[in-house]
């Protein structure tokens, strides 16, 4: 009895959803194996409810990486346009992620307050994000280094951070903008006395210790006639990516009329897309503009 019982028990688990309902209804009782328990070890991430839900991934080793990889500094624009590559790549392949912004090494990914994806466990949106995003920096490499091979296998790391309102998200994501800024104020000013002046990196760090932004900016346009307000906004706001909708104009064959067959048609299609833009996203304006972001119902 114990053994055919198995032996259906057995059937049913290799069978479709379908036949195992079937199994059920006949009154097969589906054995638990003694290592069951090993289940509740598992801890309960779940993310609180209505609460923003922020992955952010940064690479490892990126000092390392850079300067293998012979990046530009203090920006390398393929290397920046490849990461948001792989954060739109993010956005289509996974769900609910509303908005996203990077800088550096390092993107953000912000999930719907209401979004139940995986029942909203932490680990599942972090472990997702992080290996699609590793693997498309893999698979897009080739399309922005041309001439540059990869020499080793980039990794990310991943944390989760729930946010409780409108005004905490907004300020992470202030803050992330703020860093990206006074990142770039630094490292311009710093490879300007590096590369231009021919200082060592040691004098260029010593020159520029205890400085304020209106210092920087000061060296910046006395020294190397550079106003840094018009430096490339994407190294100066980093890149937000929101869904936007996006005519798509693609060519189709013609089938009718007959006197048309053959011939090739523009046909535009509307699609919605994630958009990159580098734009201020400390102050209100943007916000304002794209309110249905932060819209609970959206
Ligand atoms: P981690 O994150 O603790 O594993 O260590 P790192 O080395 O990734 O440190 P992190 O994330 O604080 O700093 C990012 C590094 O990546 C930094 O050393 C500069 C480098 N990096 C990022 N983007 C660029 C770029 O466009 N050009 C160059 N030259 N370097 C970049
Ligand atoms: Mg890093
Ligand atoms: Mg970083």
New binding site residues.
């Given amino acids: 009895m114990w053994v055919s019982c198995n032996v259906k028990v057995r059937d049913c688990l290799a069978s479709t959803s379908v036949t195992l309902k079937r199994c059920l209804k006949l009154g097969v009782t589906m054995a638990k194996s003694k290592f069951e328990y090993v289940r509740d070890f598992e801890t309960d991430d779940t993310c609180l409810p209505h609460c923003w839900v922020v992955v952010r991934l940064?690479?490892?080793?990126?000092?390392?990486?850079?300067e293998k990889h012979n990046?530009?500094?203090?920006?390398?624009i393929r290397?920046?346009h490849l990461m948001t590559k792989c954060a739109q790549t993010v956005m289509e392949e996974l769900e609910d992620i509303v908005i996203a912004y990077g800088q550096?090494?390092?993107y953000s990914f912000v999930f719907k307050r209401k979004s139940n994806w995986f029942k909203r466990r932490a680990s599942k949106f972090m472990t997702h994000v992080a290996s699609q995003f590793a693997s498309s920096y893999v698979f897009y490499w080739r399309d922005y280094f041309e001439d540059q091979p990869l020499l080793y296998p980039p990794g990310f790391?991943g944390r989760v951070v729930v946010y409780p309102n409108n005004q905490t998200l907004k300020d992470y994501l202030s803050w992330r903008q703020a860093d990206c800024h006074i990142n770039n104020l630094y490292n311009t000013v710093f490879w300007a006395l590096v590369q231009q002046s021919g200082l060592t990196p040691a004098q260029a760090q010593g020159r520029l210790q205890g400085t304020l932004a209106a210092d920087k900016n000061e060296i910046l346009y006395s020294e190397f006639n550079i106003n840094y307000n018009n430096e490339p906004l994407l190294y100066r706001k980093g890149t937000v990516l929101i869904w936007q909708k996006v005519d798509e104009v693609t060519t189709k064959e013609v089938k009718l009329p007959a006197e048309m067959e053959g011939k090739k048609m523009a046909v535009t299609r509307t699609r919605t897309k994630p958009v990159p833009l580098h734009c201020d996203i400390i102050g209100d304006a943007f916000w304002k503009e794209h309110s249905e972001i932060l819209d609970e119902d959206s």
């Fill in positions: 940064d690479g490892r080793n990126f000092h390392r990486f850079s990046f530009a500094k203090p920006n390398d290397a920046l550096s090494d390092e790391d």
